[in-house]
């Protein structure tokens, strides 16, 4: 059975793959019911697939509001009703007098957090706001994160622990770029983006170091499509938001969304 699971994902997500079907399988076989820590949009695509397999199992995912990119997982057998479950969310709210505070970014935030000790798994979306920000986190972190976090990128901050019904969310900062490229072909997009050149964006997606749709993809000549999210590790992320039309001399307009 877990070859056969194997055929349908990357290599780099078997150890996923192996700890979601155990999932599956103790909520089918054994009755049991798992709570996951947050999982990345892939990882519900994993986890998705291998309930379906599974004619007893269902699954409530919760990230705190309902464009969540990054949720929770409740994995209980199909006769328990998973609407009321507590899915153990809370909001970590981030707030200073600083005037600097103005300037703090998604990355500024995360790194301070992460910083803490705390596993990237244990956090969901992060919000950032016109003063500071609000963070989905695990129920059994808050606390932790409520006594020890007291500055984001050398400015003084005071935090508080609300409950998720109490979340701000914010839109996400889109920076767009027209450009014009020979072929859809991912080296060749990603190379206009980040605005390396061919040669040097080919060593980090050889590496396993890009994902398409938070899936690693490893061939440069990969084609991209119209809604495509790829992210390169150290390098950021974007979405194609248009693709297809050709110039006069047969090269295809893309309209990019580069994450900010």
């Known amino acids: 059975m877990k070859l056969e699971l194997y055929e349908h ?25 798992k709570l996951t820590d947050f999982l990345d949009p892939r990882q519900i695509v994993i986890l998705n697939s291998l309930a379906n397999r599974h004619p007893d199992v269902h699954i409530r995912l919760d990230g705190g509001h309902e464009e969540a990119e990054r949720c929770r997982a409740l994995i209980a057998p199909d006769y328990r009703d998973l609407n009321h479950e507590d899915m153990k969310l809370k909001v970590l709210s981030i707030d200073a007098d600083d005037q600097k505070f103005l300037s703090l970014e998604h990355g500024d935030y995360m790194g301070s957090i992460l910083g803490l000790g705390i596993k990237r798994s244990k956090i969901g979306d992060i919000h950032v706001l016109e003063r500071g920000c609000h963070t989905v986190v695990c129920e059994e972190i808050s606390s932790f994160l409520d006594m020890n976090l007291n500055q984001v990128h050398r400015i003084h901050v005071q935090s508080e622990i609300l409950p998720i019904e109490q979340l701000r969310t914010s839109k996400v900062a889109l920076e767009t770029l027209d450009i014009t490229v020979a072929s859809l072909r991912l080296d060749g997009i990603v190379s206009d983006v980040f605005r390396l050149s061919r040669s040097k964006v080919l060593i980090p997606i050889r590496a396993g170091r890009c994902r398409v749709n938070w899936k690693t993809v490893e061939d440069p000549s990969s084609p991209l499509k119209e809604g495509d999210m790829v992210s390169m590790q150290g390098f950021g992320r974007f979405k194609v938001l248009e693709a297809g039309d050709l110039t006069k001399r047969g090269r295809f307009r893309v309209k990019i969304g580069k994450f900010v």
């Open 9 to 33: 994902f990357h290599p780099d997500e078997r150890e996923f793959v192996d700890r979601a079907w155990e999932w599956v399988v103790n909520a089918g076989q054994y009755h049991e019911t």
